[in-house]
């Protein structure tokens, strides 16, 4: 087993980074995701395994060093909150464009706006239907635990390089900012330069006399060279809708009804499972752990089960969209949701399911 | 098993710090832990709290609206928290500086005078470890060598020093924590 800690979700990023042999962090302080910068200042990874850690001199810088970064084929991250997050989307459909593997974490506060510092998931249409311009998708986890906030981390970065595509970690201010305990898996070397230049053909490594230049560019001014890059952008966005969906179900043997939520909404719904199963209301949950890839077939399937679903985000109602076109319009799906910073309680929730789902 | 606790008191109490003691110890102890504070606004307006739980299984939500304990540090912790303590639960507080005593008749309260003794021994800083004893007495969540070392691991090894005088701070709690109202 890896190292036993206890540790804050933004401290989680920041390890796991160094621990998956991320090559560099560029970033700007924005709360509540500070930590993960904090913390990689105090480690100084460069010490340890020569990573790079800058703070850049603000979020639309940070994501063009990771677009520059990212197309010499280094594995890079950065993190940022919601306002953050909204400078960054021109480099994200950028990097999309250009496929470059990067990854990008939101820890994520209530909007619009400035907004508050405390935590919500109203970025769930920004990081899913592409807050930036263009058709693109980005492969986008949702960690519910301090737990996943480390292993995420990994699996981000292993996507974002299988596909060539930026991979977003959608958390939120609590998950950032509690602490539990968490195993740290076991550090990976970081890369060699000949490994990097072997396992990434397309990467800008300094050219040598053997081949041709390597250009990496989302812009081509000739529309059928253009059309072309979409559709082998559509083509691999179907492929990682076939291949990579995460999902977790609890209790749906034998739900008569569902809670369908991400991230820390569905660890309160978990609760809000137990409270309403006390009280012999059969309720399931289902938790998205990738949101692209949706698990649209899944939630599909469950959907035929059940006599409704009820949706709880932190946010006026995002993913229930997701949901409603995966399921269609055959059972009642209603959204609950919280906003601005504000937490939905396990009570709540389970009054929301009785008025809006059973009794509605 | 599973114990929802908040602590709440005043920013500089030493509450987070608390929580995280008692946090670390339960993952020494192979125990599931959640160790959520709040933060921002809310620790500006002058009080901070944090909910910690220690459990045997997986943690469903680590925010939550009724507590198993409360430990109350200050006036408006009590104002705000009292309420939330499950019927049956239990009260902790800290008569300094309360304008007004907990109410309460279905639950279990004990009170702690635990800034009088720490002024008294002039140690200031190792306040909320006697305010921690006081709860293990009543709960014994976590065993003393597994305090031990989620102190060991919370504090920085410059304070590694101090380990003894927190853990003599604990012991001073489990005697000085009194009943004040009890349900059966």
Known sequence: ?360 | MTEEIIIAGFGGQGVLSMGKILAYSGVMQNKEVSWMPSYGPEMRGGTANVTVIVSDERISSPILNSFDTAIILNQQSLDKFEKAVKPGGLLIYDPNGLTRLPERKDINIYSIAAADEASKLGLSKIFNMIVLGGFLKLKPLVQPEYIHKGLEKSLPARHHKLIPENEKAIDIGKSLIKAVHLIN
Request: aromatic share 6%; proline share 5%.
């Open chain 1, 1 to 360: 087993m890896g190292e036993l800690r206890l540790m804050k979700g933004n401290e989680a990023v920041a390890e796991a980074a160094i621990r998956a042999g991320c090559d560099g962090y560029f970033g700007y302080p924005i709360t509540p995701q500070s930590e993960v910068m904090e913390y990689l200042m105090a480690e100084k990874p460069h010490e340890r395994t020569g990573m790079v850690v800058l703070q850049a001199e603000s979020e639309t810088a940070s994501i063009n060093m990771l677009y520059g970064a990212a197309g010499t084929g280094k594995m890079v991250m950065t993190s940022s909150s919601s306002p953050g997050i909204s400078l960054m989307q021109e480099g994200i459909s950028y990097m999309a464009g250009a496929e470059l593997p990067a990854v990008i974490v939101n820890v994520v506060r209530g909007g619009p706006g400035l907004g508050t510092i405390q935590p919500s998931q109203a970025d769930y249409f920004q990081a899913v239907k592409g807050g930036g311009h263009g058709d693109y998708k980005m492969i986008v986890l949702a960690p519910a635990s301090v737990q996943e906030m480390c292993d995420h981390v990994k699996l981000a970065f292993e996507l974002a390089f299988k596909y060539r595509t930026p991979a977003m970690i959608l958390s939120d201010g609590a998950i950032g900012q509690m602490m539990e305990k968490v195993v740290l898996f076991d550090p990976i070397p970081r890369r060699t330069e000949a490994e990097l230049i072997s396992q990434n053909p397309w990467a800008a490594t300094g050219k040598p006399k053997t081949r041709e230049h390597i250009i990496i560019t989302s812009l081509d001014l000739d529309p059928a060279g253009q059309e072309r890059v979409n559709l082998k952008l559509q083509a691999k966005y179907r492929k990682i809708q076939e291949n990579e969906v995460l999902y977790e179900t609890l209790g749906v043997d034998d739900a008569e009804y569902l809670f369908v939520a991400f991230g820390l909404s569905a660890r309160i719904c978990q609760k809000s499972m137990d409270l309403a199963r006390a009280k012999g209301i059969k309720v399931g949950l289902f938790r998205p752990i990738t949101l692209f890839p949706f698990p649209e077939k899944q939630m599909n399937a469950i959907g035929k089960k059940v006599k409704g679903m009820l949706v709880v985000e932190m946010n006026a109602g995002q993913m229930i969209e997701d949901v409603k076109l995966s399921v269609g319009c055959s059972i009642k799906i209603e959204h609950f949701g919280r906003f601005g910073g504000i937490i939905p309680t396990p009570d709540e929730v389970v009054k929301a399911l009785e008025t809006q789902i059973i009794g509605g």
